[in-house]
């Protein structure tokens, strides 16, 4: 028998992996699209007439107005704005009002004041720093689909091959017409449209999968425990399948009640040191 505080003992704090953090790629590329335009703006820098030297910029290299919406990060193309003397919504691809608006624009934001000001010396690097910036947003997605990743890792090194014996997001109704398996008791007689993370299939069994990493707390951990409880329960009354779940992270010490409540009748919920002391390989033997 395994010891539920001795194993929720070893849940991480984070699996975070180096390229979490910000994804620099994908932040060159996208100043790179703008870099001959920032180049032309730099012109701008520590300009005595600033409005003048932008309308004669703007008259000759129109598309330099693209860069703008990035100098506020600012994603798209359109930004509206709106103040005692009206509201407008901007576009800086295809010009929508005269340049005279534009220069309000740039004045009422702080740009000018920024770029004539010396506050920025050039305007290809203060991107780079706001591309990092916007794309620290990122994050959120990218940590949503750590755990999936690092699960998938250690199916691929217990010898599952993908789309051969492992599959990703497969729903239940696939499965069924897949292996020809009645289901019907975990999708409540074909009304719910479940859908696993992976599933793997070996001689015997089927193994339908579900992967989440919790770092907070929160009424979800709590509510997640219950369902995956009852779909584990479910499982068990079908021969050759077994319901999977691979879950941590500290945020289930907060939620830890209700995760005692699922680890006492499911044989098959792991934690990443299960994954890491080879419990994938024992799934090849049935």
Same mark, same amino acid.
């Given at each position: 028998?395994?010891?539920?505080?001795?194993?929720?003992?070893?849940?991480?704090?984070?699996?975070?992996?180096?390229?979490?953090?910000?994804?620099?790629?994908?932040?060159?590329?996208?100043?790179?699209?703008?870099?001959?335009?920032?180049?032309?703006?730099?012109?701008?820098?520590?300009?005595?007439?600033?409005?003048?030297?932008?309308?004669?910029?703007?008259?000759?290299?129109?598309?330099?107005?693209?860069?703008?919406?990035?100098?506020?990060?600012?994603?798209?193309?359109?930004?509206?704005?709106?103040?005692?003397?009206?509201? *407008?919504?901007?576009?800086?691809? +295809? @010009?929508? $009002?005269? %340049? #005279?608006?534009?220069?309000?624009?740039?004045?009422?934001?702080? /740009?000018?004041?920024?770029?004539?000001?010396?506050?920025?010396?050039?305007?290809?690097?203060?991107?780079?720093?706001?591309?990092?910036?916007?794309?620290?947003?990122?994050?959120?997605?990218?940590?949503?689909?750590?755990?999936?990743?690092?699960?998938?890792?250690?199916?691929?090194?217990?010898?599952?091959?993908?789309?051969?014996?492992?599959?990703?997001?497969?729903?239940?109704?696939?499965?069924?017409?897949?292996?020809?398996?009645?289901?019907?008791?975990?999708?409540?007689?074909?009304?719910?449209?479940?859908?696993?993370? *992976?599933?793997?299939?070996?001689? +015997? @069994?089927? $193994?339908? %999968? #579900?992967?989440?990493?919790?770092?907070?707390?929160?009424?979800? /951990?709590?509510?997640?425990?219950?369902?995956?409880?009852?779909?584990?329960?479910?499982?068990?009354?079908?021969?050759?399948?077994?319901?999977?779940?691979?879950?941590?992270?500290?945020?289930?010490?907060?939620?830890?009640?209700?995760?005692?409540?699922?680890?006492?009748?499911?044989?098959?919920?792991?934690?990443?040191?299960?994954?890491?002391?080879?419990?994938?390989?024992?799934?090849?033997?049935?």
């Amino acid at each position: 028998m395994r010891n539920f505080d001795e194993w929720l003992s070893k849940f991480r704090a984070s699996i975070s992996s180096y390229d979490y953090y910000i994804d620099f790629d994908k932040v060159v590329k996208n100043v790179d699209e703008i870099k001959v335009g920032l180049n032309i703006l730099n012109s701008l820098i520590g300009s005595k007439n600033i409005e003048e030297d932008f309308e004669r910029i703007v008259v000759k290299y129109p598309e330099t107005l693209q860069c703008v919406p990035l100098l506020l990060a600012v994603r798209g193309y359109e930004i509206y704005a709106q103040d005692e003397a009206g509201a *407008f919504l901007y576009n800086f691809k +295809k @010009m929508n $009002y005269g %340049i #005279e608006q534009y220069k309000v624009f740039m004045r009422k934001t702080g /740009l000018f004041d920024m770029i004539a000001n010396h506050l920025v010396n050039n305007l290809v690097d203060y991107a780079l720093g706001v591309e990092t910036g916007l794309d620290s947003n990122g994050r959120k997605n990218r940590g949503g689909h750590q755990m999936e990743d690092l699960v998938e890792k250690y199916i691929m090194a217990a010898g599952f091959k993908k789309n051969v014996n492992y599959f990703k997001e497969m729903y239940l109704k696939d499965i069924e017409a897949k292996w020809n398996i009645d289901l019907s008791a975990l999708s409540n007689q074909g009304k719910a449209a479940k859908r696993f993370d *992976f599933v793997i299939k070996t001689d +015997k @069994m089927i $193994y339908a %999968i #579900e992967t989440n990493f919790y770092g907070g707390g929160g009424s979800k /951990l709590n509510e997640t425990a219950r369902s995956y409880k009852m779909l584990s329960q479910e499982a068990d009354t079908i021969d050759g399948f077994t319901f999977v779940w691979f879950t941590d992270g500290i945020g289930w010490k907060s939620a830890r009640g209700n995760l005692r409540e699922t680890f006492e009748v499911m044989d098959a919920i792991y934690s990443i040191d299960d994954m890491e002391n080879g419990i994938i390989q024992k799934f090849t033997k049935y």
